[in-house]
């Protein structure tokens, strides 16, 4: 696959009400750098011939050309979000060229995916159609029905992360359908549509930042991959 056959849609629309901030999330800064600056970087570092498209709130647009402009972030479009992330997808789909042949959704907020994961999820989209990167469920499980609960096997769980790649005309014809609650990710949207979906190895570091708590494990995840020591 060539890599200028692969556009990149990057997801950042969220308010960050659960990191609790004045700024949104994906702002904040990790190991010197804004989480965005970080995702975008990966993705540049892996693919660099691919087309980014950033999608973020209508009101945080000019803020994050600013802030760019003052750290060493790759070339990157940025198109207006939506309600939902189903919409802020749909804007991003919509501002990629007809021309790729993949498209590659990721979370704004996951900073840390490897050129190597994100080559492999490529290669399994090239093979398959689609490729979401997994990891095993490592802690214990609980289904609660009203005051009881019961252990489930965790064996059979997988963990879901993105980027979720798919072949570019599988994901359009997945994104033009009405908006369903039901929809959790992009894999979600395009099994809705009818189409089986291929997992990948997915990487423990590859980490949501969505919390407090995750901002002190995302430091620590960019002291190792910058090489840098307490």
Sequence with gaps: MEQSRVGVIIVAGG?????????????????????????????????????????????????????SARF?????????????????????IEALSDAVDLIAVHDGVRPFASKEMILRTVDCATTNGSAIPVVKAVDSYRVVDGESSKIIDRNPLRIVQTPQIFAAPILRAAYDTPFCNEFTDDASVVEHSGEKISLCEGEYTNIK??????????????????????
């Design 15 to 67: 308010s960050g009400k659960r990191m609790g901030g004045a700024l949104p999330k994906q702002f904040a800064l990790v190991g010197g750098e804004p989480i965005l600056a970080r995702t975008i970087n990966a993705f540049r570092k892996a693919l660099p011939a691919s087309r980014i498209v950033v999608v973020l709130p209508s009101e945080y647009i000019e803020f994050w050309k600013n802030l």
């Design 72 to 92: 060493d972030v790759a070339k990157h479009s940025v198109v207006e979000g939506g309600a939902e992330r189903f919409y802020s997808v749909k804007n991003g």
């Design 209 to 230: 930042i969505t919390t407090p708590e995750d901002l002190i494990l995302g430091e620590a995840i960019a002291r190792e991959k910058d090489g840098k020591t307490l």
